[in-house]
């Protein structure tokens, strides 16, 4: 069975700290991660998507992965109090037509001022 | 920025009753997803849509769901007998190409009394 795993948290930091978010997968043939935002009572929101190991930087993310480790994290700089959400790994597995998406339960993030 | 809209934003209905679940997806885009989220628990997927057809689906996705795209632009989800446990954020999403990023809607929160 395919597994993602977060850290519930929650995870605290002050206000302009570094965030760090990580995610281990089970399933070793697993194609593509990506790391979503979630507001309470809100939908998913795409932050970023990582396809091959090592890092990729967009503004104050950065997203790494290490397919040997089956590890991907996600990392933000200058936190700020709307970063305040719960952040969802997200993995795809190939099927007969479609890459579904396999989530964790989320890490729920608070940036305190 | 293109958007994924669903319609209605919150659905009460009795067990036992009918209901459809709209979505227009991004409007070049080619796969279609439905994904639901009960209450603190994780985003589950639910069926995958290409090409006017079913790609994949998952267990959760029995006989009581179907999905249609009865048009060029809209993408449904029914469930033919509500059950308690159906009650749910149901969330449909989209993709431009079968290993993308997926853009997900708003929701719709379905409550079944």
């Known amino acids: 069975q395919k597994e993602v795993e977060q850290n519930s948290g929650p995870l605290s930091v002050p206000e302009g700290a570094i965030a760090s978010l990580n995610c281990t997968y089970s399933d070793r043939v697993s194609q593509s991660f990506f790391w979503y935002r979630q507001y309470s009572g809100k939908s998913p929101e795409l932050i970023m998507s990582i396809y091959s190991n090592g890092d990729k930087e967009d503004g104050r993310f950065t997203a790494q992965l290490n397919k040997a480790s089956q590890y991907v994290s996600l990392l933000i700089r200058d936190s700020q109090p709307s970063d305040s959400a719960t952040y969802l790994c997200a993995v795809s597995h190939s099927g007969a037509g479609s890459y579904q998406l396999t989530f964790g339960k989320g890490t729920k993030l608070s940036v305190i001022p | 920025e293109p958007e994924v809209t669903q319609t209605p934003s919150h659905q009460v209905t009795q067990m036992g009753q009918e209901v459809i679940l709209r979505c227009v997806p991004i409007?070049?885009?080619?796969?279609f997803y439905w994904y639901r989220q009960i209450l603190g628990q994780k985003v589950e997927f639910l069926v995958s849509?290409?090409?006017?057809?079913?790609?994949?689906k998952s267990e959760i996705f029995d006989d009581q769901f179907s999905v249609e795209r009865p048009d060029g632009s809209n993408f449904t989800l029914k469930i033919r007998s509500t059950k308690l446990e159906d009650s749910a954020m149901y969330f449909c999403?989209?993709?431009?190409?079968?290993?993308?990023?997926?853009?997900f809607g708003p929701g719709t929160r379905l409550t079944v009394l």
């Open positions: 409007s070049n885009h080619l796969y």
């Open positions: 849509f290409y090409n006017n057809e079913i790609s994949e």
């Open positions: 999403a989209s993709s431009s190409e079968r290993d993308n990023e997926q853009f």
